[in-house]
């Protein structure tokens, strides 16, 4: 298995640029489950056997993949905050071949994808981009004590 935890074997090659071949028969579920895990489209669209051309087209064209795909990279964030998170905690800063995690540039990618995000929503439900992020704080520190109520629990055990 790799970082996704989707076994490599699984992903399919995708089609030339240009070509007629058709799609995979379930590759939009493919792409989602992948772009959650890595919020990486041309990893998803590898995964999935599909074009990146053919998966932008597809979220442009088909309003319920555009939120699923919106629904997955906010999972994605979700999962480098958590991992991030971890890291502070633990004293992890090694990444990948023991090189050292970029603790500031991920603090400040997820602070520009928060604003982005309340931008975003308050645009589409008229409200004000701090209540909306007031709203993601909130569910963000729910998440931070169920985890540790968790690993208190665990730990009592």
């Not at 074997?9 to 089609?15: E, K, S």
């Not at 795909?69 to 992890?92: I, K, Q, S, T």
Request: with cysteine; glycine share 6%; net charge positive.
């Amino acid at each position: 298995m790799d970082m996704t935890g989707l076994p490599p074997a699984t992903a399919l090659p995708p089609p030339e640029e240009g070509s007629q071949q058709s799609a995979p028969r379930h590759w939009r579920s493919r792409f989602i489950e992948c772009l959650a895990a890595t919020s990486n489209l041309a990893e998803a669209a590898a995964h999935a056997g599909v074009s990146i051309a053919r998966a932008c087209q597809t979220r442009r064209n088909e309003p319920e993949f555009a939120r699923q795909w919106l629904a997955a990279l906010a999972e994605g964030y979700l999962f480098l905050e958590l991992d991030l998170v971890r890291r502070l905690r633990e004293g992890d800063f090694k990444g990948k071949e023991a090189e050292r995690y970029d603790v500031a540039n991920a603090i400040r990618l997820l602070a520009a994808h928060r604003d982005g995000l309340a931008s975003t929503q308050s645009r589409a439900r008229d409200v004000s981009a701090a209540e909306v992020r007031a709203s993601i704080d909130r569910k963000i520190e729910d998440i931070r004590q169920r985890m540790a109520k968790a690993r208190a629990a665990g730990e009592c055990t």
